[in-house]
Every structure is written in C-alpha cells, then in structure tokens.
C-alpha cells in the first residue's frame, strides 16, 4: 500500500500579526543600537505617540507593563530643548 503525500498548505497569517511581528524586530534593532537606553526619544514614547497601547507596546518590546509606563511618563515629563527636541 502506497503512502500519499498531501500537498502542504501554507499558515495564514494575519496582516495585523505580521505587521505586530515587524515591528517588534524594529523595536528590538532599535533597542539593540541604543547606548544604555540614551535615545532623544524611547522606543516606548515613539509607540504611544503612534497610537500604541501600554499593552500593545508590552507585546512587542517585550517589557514589564510597569516598565513601559514609566519609560512612558518620563518621556512625556520631558521638556523640549530650543531646537524643539526632547532634553
């Protein structure tokens, strides 16, 4: 009795996980070129700015929900230097 492959399907997979999936390897490559964390902007704050939630942004960074809401509010408590970036 012959044995009969089936042909293998591919996974679907979602744009919103591939996409999730993207950006959490460019947050991780971002993290990763940082010097102990001293960024103009953290990679938190630029997710929140782009209408991530704490959740969301825990997902991807893979950091503690009380990390990212610190990194959070401390980015937000930063005054704008005068060429208008964060000091």
């Known amino acids: 009795m012959a044995h009969t492959q ?3 399907t591919k996974p679907h997979i979602s744009a ?3 996409l999730a999936g993207i950006l959490a390897l460019l947050a991780d490559e971002r993290e990763a070129r940082l010097k ?3 960024a103009e902007v953290r990679t938190e ?3 929140s700015k782009a209408g ?3 959740p969301e942004i825990q997902a991807i960074t893979g950091k503690s929900p ?3 809401k610190k990194a ?3 980015g937000r408590a930063k005054k704008p230097t005068k060429r208008g970036q964060s000091k």
């Open 16 to 18: 919103d996980v591939a």
């Open 6 to 8: 089936q042909p293998r």
């Open 45 to 47: 704050v630029l997710l």
């Open 66 to 68: 009380d990390a990212v």
């Open 36 to 38: 102990d964390g001293q």
């Open 52 to 54: 991530l939630s704490g």
């Open 72 to 74: 959070i509010q401390k």
